[in-house]
């Protein structure tokens, strides 16, 4: 039933911007967290952000402030609009869902849907 669909990954040089989006449907954002992972080979996942289903965004990862995300209500959609991409942020980057909406987790075992992730690659 609920379902979480990543676009706009791609190649980009360092220094440069991408903005993944994350639709989900069979769920209102109001109803959940979503949480933004990234995984690079042979690496642990990683948490990037979250926003809640109030709209609170926070940032436990190491993107220092390079990154920022944000909801679209009316199209049920979360963004990650991501500046100054360094050849670190290399990786698949997932969308994820909390049914707990308060909650700003920066781990993956909170959350229970997936999208199917989107490959960033920053390479020159």
């Known amino acids: 039933q609920v379902r979480l669909v990543e676009s706009g990954g791609g190649l980009v040089q360092p220094g440069g911007s991408l903005r993944l989006s994350c639709a989900a449907s069979?769920?209102?954002?109001?109803?959940?967290?979503i949480g933004w992972f990234r995984q690079a080979p042979g690496k642990q996942r990683e948490g990037v952000s979250c926003i809640t289903g109030s709209g609170k965004a926070s940032y436990p990862g190491p993107v220092k402030g390079r990154f920022t995300t944000s909801r679209d209500n009316a199209k049920n959609t979360v963004y990650l609009q991501m500046d100054d991409l360094k050849p670190e942020d290399t990786a698949v980057y997932y969308c994820?869902?909390?049914?707990?909406?308060?909650?700003?987790?920066?781990?993956?075992?909170?959350?229970?849907?997936w999208g199917q992730g989107t490959q960033v690659t920053v390479s020159s």
């Open positions: 069979g769920i209102t954002l109001a109803e959940i967290s």
């Open positions: 994820a869902a909390d049914r707990e909406a308060w909650r700003a987790s920066a781990y993956a075992r909170d959350y229970e849907y």
